[in-house]
C-alpha cells in the first residue's frame, strides 16, 4: 500500500535558520512526490514537485526538496526561514495510474524571532 | 490567488442532517476532486470527478456523494451526517494535463462541524 510518513509534527525554528522537513513515502515504484504548504484559512498551495530526472528540484518561495530512492525520502528544505514561512507542510505522493493524491499528516512550522 | 472558490466558508449541522459543499474551479481546469482534512490530519482522497462522472473514489461510504455540472463547478454531498464528519472539506481542480501529474490547485476549504 502508499502511504506517506512525516515524523515531524511540530518543528520550530529561529528565523534565518536553515530548515529541513523530512518525508518518507513507500511505495512500489518511482512516485510523483509534491510538497505543498497550508498557511491559516488559506488552501494547499504547491511548492514543487518530482516526477523524474534531477533529484534535486527548486520550487517556489526558496525552497528546494530532494529525493532519495534508497532512503525512499523526499526532504524539504530551506537555506534561511522567513517569519512568513510558518505554516503546515505536507508531503504526498502520487501513483502513475490513479488520480488521487496521498498526504502525509503533516509538519506545523513555527518560527522564533 | 488559486481562482477555486468554495462555499460556505463555515457551517454547522446537527447529526442526521444532509449538507451540500459547493466548489467553483479554476477557469479552464476540467477535473475537480474533494478531500476531507480532519483535524491534525492530511487530506484525504475522497473522489474525483471529470466531464461530469465520478472518476475514481476513496474510502468512504455512499453517504458522500457529488456530481460535476457541465460549467465544471461540483458539490459534495454528506447525508445523514455523523460527529466524525467533522472536518476541512477541500476542493481541488486541475486540467486533464495536470490531473495525471497531481498537479491540483486547492480553495481555501470549507469547514463543516457536526454536533
Known amino acids: 500500500a502508499q502511504s506517506v510518513t512525516q515524523p515531524d509534527i511540530h518543528i520550530t525554528v529561529s528565523e534565518g535558520a536553515s530548515l529541513e522537513l523530512r518525508c518518507n513515502y513507500s511505495y512500489g515504484a518511482t512516485p510523483y512526490l509534491f510538497w505543498y504548504v497550508q498557511s491559516p484559512g488559506q488552501g494547499l498551495q504547491l511548492l514543487l514537485k518530482?516526477?523524474?530526472?534531477?533529484?534535486l528540484v527548486q520550487g517556489i518561495k526558496g525552497f528546494e526538496a530532494e529525493f532519495k530512492r534508497s532512503q525512499s525520502s523526499f526532504n524539504l528544505r530551506k537555506p534561511s526561514v522567513h517569519w512568513s514561512d510558518a505554516a503546515e507542510y505536507f508531503c504526498a505522493l502520487k501513483n502513475t495510474g490513479f488520480q488521487k493524491l496521498v498526504f502525509g499528516t503533516g509538519t506545523r512550522l513555527l518560527v522564533s524571532p | 490567488e488559486t481562482g477555486v472558490t468554495q462555499s460556505p466558508t463555515h457551517l454547522i449541522k446537527t447529526r442526521g442532517q444532509q449538507v451540500t459543499l459547493r466548489c467553483s474551479s479554476q477557469s479552464g481546469h476540467n477535473t475537480v476532486s474533494w478531500y476531507q482534512q480532519a483535524l491534525g490530519q492530511g487530506p484525504q482522497f475522497i473522489f474525483q470527478y471529470y466531464r461530469e462522472e465520478e472518476n475514481g473514489r476513496g474510502n468512504f461510504p455512499p453517504r458522500f456523494s457529488g456530481l460535476q455540472f457541465p460549467n465544471y463547478s461540483s458539490e459534495l454531498n454528506v447525508n445523514a451526517l455523523e460527529l466524525d464528519d467533522s472536518a476541512l472539506y477541500l476542493c481541488?481542480?486541475?486540467?486533464?494535463?495536470?490531473?495525471?501529474?497531481?498537479?491540483?490547485?486547492f480553495g481555501e476549504g470549507s469547514r463543516l462541524t457536526v454536533l
Open positions: 481541488a481542480s486541475s486540467t486533464a494535463g495536470t490531473v495525471n501529474t497531481g498537479e491540483l490547485f
Open positions: 518530482y516526477f523524474s530526472g534531477d533529484t
